[in-house]
């Protein structure tokens, strides 16, 4: 990780203040590093950085919260299917203007483009 991505986790309190060099050096502990990973993987799976705060919460306690995460997971299930809809939606209208543009005799007129200039109450109504 970068410095001021560590200062950034600092700030938000992601990261205890690790103890510093006499030259003014940060010194993570085997804690800290591992917390950094967590929040990297957390990320990595689309964990939004106040999703990894609620998560780390979940994991701070004497017993974890099982329960906590799960429901956090199922809510990023959710919103990755339906980000996955949206795209798939969004490749449908891509493959008719692909098409649109194949099936084009028009010289000098894109069938795509003139649709994209359209106001977008008319396109809507396609």
Known sequence: ???Q?????????????????PSGYREFDESA???M?????????????????????LSAGRQTDCHGAR???????AELDQRIRD?????????QFVERCDESTEPGRCPMLAELSE????????
């Not at 200062?7 to 510093?20: F, I, M």
């Not at 799976?45 to 106040?50: D, E």
């Open 87 to 95: 795209l798939r939606s969004v490749r449908r209208l891509l493959d």
């Open 37 to 57: 990973q967590f929040i990297k993987r957390a990320q990595s799976v689309g964990f939004t950085l106040a999703e990894v705060e609620t998560l780390l919460h």
């Open 119 to 126: 106001p977008p109450v008319a396109a809507a109504r396609r």
């Open 33 to 35: 590093v591992s917390r």
């Open 5 to 21: 991505t560590l200062r950034y986790y600092e700030r938000r309190g992601l990261l205890p203040p690790p103890d510093r060099t």
């Open 71 to 77: 429901a956090l997971a199922e809510v990023k299930i």
């Open 1 to 3: 990780m970068n410095p």
